[in-house]
């Protein structure tokens, strides 16, 4: 997929999966009372896999933020990233 650098938007559409499907279910399970087991286990667990998964995205942004130029085109291709002018 090729999209044009526009630097603070793509950090922050990088950074929102981790935040939506990991860190707010991680927060969320920290306040539910220990009576509620099934519901603890569950947002534990999907909080924490997607805050793990989201291993590509944490990668893109330090790659983006460490060597793509300001006028680069990105291309990023699985967890492969290349950028040109």
């Known amino acids: 997929?090729?999209?044009k650098w526009r630097g603070k938007y793509d950090i922050a559409m990088n950074l929102?999966?981790?935040i939506v499907l990991g860190i707010i279910p991680l927060i969320t399970w920290l306040f539910i009372p220990i009576?509620?087991?099934f519901a603890n286990s569950i947002l534990f667990a999907f909080?924490?896999?997607?805050?793990?998964a989201a291993y590509g995205d944490?990668?893109?942004i330090i790659n983006a933020i460490r060597f793509?130029?300001?006028k680069a085109i990105l291309q990023i291709s699985g967890e492969q990233f290349y950028w040109y002018l």
Do not use: D, R, S
């Not at 909080?47 to 793990?52: D, I, K, R, S």
């Open 1 to 3: 997929m090729k999209i």
């Open 16 to 18: 929102c999966p981790p």
């Open 35 to 37: 009576e509620y087991a």
């Open 47 to 52: 909080g924490l896999f997607h805050f793990g």
């Open 58 to 60: 944490f990668q893109n």
């Open 68 to 70: 793509v130029p300001t």
